[in-house]
């Protein structure tokens, strides 16, 4: 692990309460290395809305049964190659697909791969999980 610096920074009895709660919650037991993901999300958010290159997924849960779909969404993730690293494809059920995607590139270009992905007919839920490349979170 890298050197540590040691930070002391003055704070709310209320918010002290809070963050207790929210570590709790999280299931963290020390209070730093709580401290230190919540700056990483932080980053990670900063990222993605700088446009920086990223990397994520897309959970995507549709009807297999919409004429067409399965084409589509497939073309789509041709169109935008460069951008898809990988695919895992299951069946939940006689209906239902569930795909996870996952992607690399500028934020930008994600955010759009998604929207297109889900406004096809037949796709019920697109999410998407913001992560990052890494080299800043250290
Ligand atoms: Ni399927």
Redesign the pocket.
Known sequence: MSDLVRMSFSIEPTLVGRLEQLMTEAGYRNRSEFIRDMIRDRIVESEWRSNENVVGTVTLVYD?HVRGL?EKLNDLQHQFHSAVLANT????DHH???EAILVRGDAETIRKVVGLLQQQKGVLKASLSLASLGQKLR
Do not use: A, N, P, S
């Open positions: 297999h399965t494809h299951v069946h939940l239902t697909c569930v």
